[in-house]
């Protein structure tokens, strides 16, 4: 860890919020995962301690090292006012994350650094919220943020360079790979390639040249993707994708950045992926796909 930074908050119990909260206890930080619904918390707690048994069991971590990490680890409805970073991973609402850093930069000392695990919106859009956007910086996992190695660090045009050196040093020290950007832009850098390629993939599939698992079948032999882009959409939220190409449009105006006709009729019919059991593929409870849907 950073000799500065000691204690973290993370705000948002999903899949997100709850792995990097894991992360950072895991790197040693005093960790208070925050919801404002008690129900996330205890879901995020039971899903945690089955991945950490994982890792135990796959000998990927001691069962020490664990036990250490769950003693740094607590959860709360209310974000502390005294941690050293705080990292939003709520939903991906423009104005919803605006309200919250608001209200964060009313709570928490002048010390205090803000993060936003948002790609879809820019550190300055969500830093004006804020009385500190030299102290705002995106930090943007991935999922599943226990297993991905890359983390993006975007600062924004007013993000202070002590700042944005500290969250470089912070997420070195929790065995991650950080990925710089000097400038803001939407996407970044490794969700602006991916949306390239889902952008195309659904083109292929919307124009009748291929279904979407021959689709996926060819990311992966082919061009050696670990899952194919209909896979992807599945296991990280089709909603995610529909929000992150609705507040594109919004701020465009162009309609090339507009979902999908196939996204949006998925999003109006509640298939959003392997969390609701439907999307471009049928699944299970488990998780475990059982055919495609479309």
Known sequence: MTARIG??????????GSQIAM????????VTLTDADPAALDRARTQ??????????????????????????????????????????????LEAKRELFAD???????????????????????????????RFVNLH?????????????????????????????FVTGLGKVPVVLDRE??????????GAVRDEALALYEGGYADIEAIDTAARTA???????????????????????TARY????????????TVAALVADGHLGRKTGRGFYHYDQAGNRLGKAL
């Open 141 to 169: 996992f991935f999922n599943p943020a226990l297993v991905m190695t890359c983390v993006e660090v975007v600062r924004g045009p007013e993000t202070a360079d002590a700042v944005a050196a500290e969250a470089t040093e």
């Open 223 to 245: 061009l050696g993707y670990p899952m194919g882009p209909f896979e992807l959409m599945d296991l990280t939220g089709i909603d995610i994708g529909y929000l992150t190409k």
């Open 48 to 93: 945690l301690r089955e991945r950490t048994d994982a890792m135990v069991a796959k000998g990927r971590r001691s069962a020490d090292e664990v036990a250490q990490a769950w003693a740094r680890w607590e959860a709360a409805t209310v974000p502390p006012a005294d941690a050293d970073l705080v990292i939003e991973a709520i939903v991906e609402k």
């Open 185 to 194: 832009i939407p996407g970044f850098v490794a969700n602006r390639i991916l």
């Open 104 to 134: 964060l930069d009313a709570r928490c000392g002048p010390g205090t650094v803000f993060a936003s695990n948002s790609s879809s919106f820019v550190p300055s859009s969500l830093a004006s919220a804020t009385g500190r956007p030299d």
């Open 7 to 16: 204690h973290v908050a993370v705000v948002g119990a999903g899949a997100m």
């Open 23 to 30: 992360v950072c206890a895991l790197a040693g930080h005093r």
């Open 250 to 261: 919004a701020d465009t105006g162009d309609a090339a950045d507009k979902p999908s006709d």
